[in-house]
């Protein structure tokens, strides 16, 4: 089981949470002028790196808020945790990269 | 040709490429060893009873297949028809495996209703006691043609085969780049061991569709998440079928060694870990015991994980892509190993007629942007 450390509430068990999905995706600003490939891309296409992944976890059973991780996944190991609305950490690898 | 992965589905793609359409000049590129990936760590389950017209085409000409299988490879890998039956606990469950197994039968697949007796006549292990139960079974959906085969013989009986027709399995050799031309088309592919030239490269890698495919540019409508499964110790014969239970989330069926096969569900978050937390495996054994109170003090001996490539609808996609010359099957998320001949067999006719097999046809990439989804994600509500 993960450690997860809510950026409100500190570390807690994995149980505590349900995962988010990949983050950063933004919703487009004017849906009705995207193409369809372009909106099926926004609704169904993923990065799914091997290495480094920006994601959303919520803290259910906690503090109930959304936030931004970014994990290995190669290896599961948390880089960085940060609040929702806030860009990804500087300094940090890119996507796919690892963390160590 | 290339064909990315030797997993049970790229190996029969591969042999279907010999027997079926005579083409041999081709190389099954494994950066790992034959069959050492979800085709070794599923839980051998075979069955065909899927709601959509789509989806009961495709596995069930798996299911078809696997029933000669062991003659047309010589090799005998243990195909058993001993029945799949998944159990309702609600009366959603109830509602909704009737309403599959009226769908089923209208497509030619048998499926049929049996109630909570009847269950457990079936499986005798099974208790149906409601007062001991937090879920009592109301009843089930029977497949009988449904059953379990021996996974690696399934690669091996493959491998042999193709190789035989003069198919090169390349092991250890992993592919890290997809070279196109001017054009844009597929030239070859860069790998560990140096480059190979190809016109047409077929990505069957499963939980690193989305890795491979990157290497051409191509996002994919894919997520991998960890799945896992364990064994028991070995037993003599006790159970003599194939048990699901969706809505409290098991697996079991007994091998021919002996060990009680259990499959548990997937982590929540995406990893390539080859590995799962404990208590996903705990809540299934939670429910094992429930189910089956005779292996309460039963021992497990070995527990794994392994990758499955996840697509929004839960539907595999087996199809050609957006680059000339690249194609994918991929996407069979949970439940892939059922169709491994059937896979083979029509993503061998895409790659070599250059368009698909109407079974397949259905299952484009292209789906996720007109949304004709083949959603069996939402007619089982859970993993399958």
């Given amino acids: 089981m993960l450690i997860i450390a809510c950026p409100y509430c500190g570390p807690r068990p994995e149980l505590e949470f349900r995962y988010g999905g990949e983050?950063?995706?933004?919703?487009?600003?004017?849906?009705?002028?995207?193409?369809?490939?372009?909106?099926?891309?926004?609704?169904?296409q993923r990065a799914n790196p091997r290495g480094l992944h920006a994601e959303r976890w919520r803290h259910v059973h906690g503090c109930g808020r959304f936030f931004n991780a970014l994990r290995d996944t190669t290896t599961d190991f948390f880089a960085a945790t940060y609040e929702t609305g806030t860009p990804r950490p500087a300094g940090t690898p890119a996507d796919g990269e690892t963390s160590r | 040709m290339i064909i990315v992965g030797a997993g049970g589905h790229g190996l029969a793609t591969a042999y279907y490429l010999a027997t079926v359409h005579g083409i041999t000049n081709v190389a099954v590129l494994e950066k790992g060893w034959l069959g050492g990936g979800n085709t070794g760590r599923n839980t051998t389950i075979v069955r065909s009873n899927?709601?959509?017209d789509e989806s009961a085409g495709l596995y069930d000409h798996a299911v078809k297949l696997w029933e000669g299988l062991s003659q047309e490879l010589n090799y005998n890998v243990m195909f058993s028809q001993r029945g799949v039956l998944m159990l309702a606990h609600n009366i959603h469950d109830v509602q909704s495996f009737k309403r599959h197994v009226h769908a089923n039968r209208l497509n030619g697949v048998d499926n049929e209703w049996l109630t909570a007796e009847e269950c457990r006549d079936f499986c005798p292990p099974l208790n149906i006691d409601a007062s001991t139960m937090r879920y009592p079974v109301l009843?089930?959906?029977?497949q009988r043609r449904a059953g379990t085969a021996r996974h690696d013989a399934v690669a091996w009986g493959y491998a042999r085969g193709a190789d035989a027709r003069g198919v090169d399995i390349i092991q250890n050799c992993a592919v890290t780049g997809i070279r196109r031309g001017p054009d844009g088309a597929v030239t070859g592919v860069e790998t560990s061991r140096g480059f190979i030239g190809a016109k047409k490269v077929g990505v069957v890698a499963a939980g690193n569709t989305s890795v491979v495919m990157a290497m051409a540019g191509q996002r994919m409508p894919l997520e991998s998440y960890p799945l896992q499964a364990l064994v028991s110790e070995p037993i003599k014969p006790i159970f003599p079928c194939v048990v699901m239970s969706n809505t409290i989330h098991a697996y079991i069926s007994q091998s021919d060694k002996g060990e009680l096969v259990i499959g548990a569900g997937t982590d929540a978050y995406t990893s390539y870990t080859q590995r799962g937390a404990l208590h996903i495996t705990t809540h299934t054994l939670d429910a094992i015991c429930e189910l089956f109170p005779m292996f309460r003090r039963m021992r497990m001996l070995r527990n794994w994980g392994g990758i499955v490539d996840v697509t929004p609808d839960r539907s595999p996609i087996i199809a050609k892509t957006g680059v000339s010359g690249l194609?994918?099957?991929?996407g069979w998320g949970t439940g892939g190993f059922k169709a491994t001949p059937g896979s083979g067999h029509v993503f061998a006719h895409?790659?070599?007629?250059?368009?698909?097999?109407?079974?397949?046809a259905p299952f484009t990439i292209d789906r996720f942007r007109d949304g004709f989804l083949i959603d069996e994600a939402a007619a089982a509500a859970v993993a399958h």
């Fill in chain 1, 23 to 44: 983050a950063h995706v933004a919703r487009p600003v004017d849906p009705s002028t995207l193409s369809d490939e372009d909106w099926g891309a926004f609704l169904y």
């Fill in chain 2, 139 to 142: 009843g089930g959906a029977l």
């Fill in chain 2, 50 to 52: 899927y709601l959509f």
């Fill in chain 2, 350 to 360: 895409t790659i070599a007629k250059d368009e698909p097999h109407p079974i397949n």
């Fill in chain 2, 327 to 330: 194609y994918v099957n991929c």
